[in-house]
């Protein structure tokens, strides 16, 4: 029912900045909370960041904390991720989701609890 896109991957250094960005459909985006995993290679999913459905708090993962900015603007049916200060370890493949339901505490950390998921955009970041 909710389709999900994700855009703005790429190839970038050490230090760069990269902006990712997650457009989804449906007239109750703002009714979602939506999150971001990545996952590299030979390793599993893991969580990144998520957003509320009013857009008031947001969770980041320790490995990601103070670099990365999760947003959303519910006008534009959209979320994004702003990396900065990215490192070669943050390499993966980043995938926006959106969960329909109600998340409460550690819920926002887990992939499982989320509906719908884009098809991924490849972040590669050279040393």
């Known amino acids: 029912q909710v389709q999900l896109v994700e855009s703005g991957g790429g190839l970038v250094q050490a230090g760069d900045s990269l902006r990712l960005s997650c457009a989804a459909s449906?007239?109750?985006?703002?009714?979602?909370?939506m999150g971001w995993f990545r996952q590299a290679p030979g390793k599993e999913r893991e969580f990144v960041a998520a957003i509320s459905r009013s857009g008031i708090s947001t969770s980041y993962a320790d490995s990601v904390k103070g670099r990365f900015t999760i947003s959303r603007d519910n006008a534009k049916n959209a979320v994004y991720l702003q990396m900065n200060s990215l490192k070669p370890e943050d390499t993966a493949v980043y995938y926006c989701?959106?969960?329909?339901?109600?998340?409460?505490?550690?819920?926002?950390?887990?992939?499982?609890?989320?509906?719908?998921w884009g098809q991924g955009t490849q972040v590669t970041v050279s040393s």
């Open positions: 449906g007239r109750t985006f703002s009714s979602y909370a």
């Open positions: 989701a959106a969960a329909t339901t109600s998340l409460t505490g550690m819920a926002y950390y887990t992939g499982a609890r989320y509906n719908y």
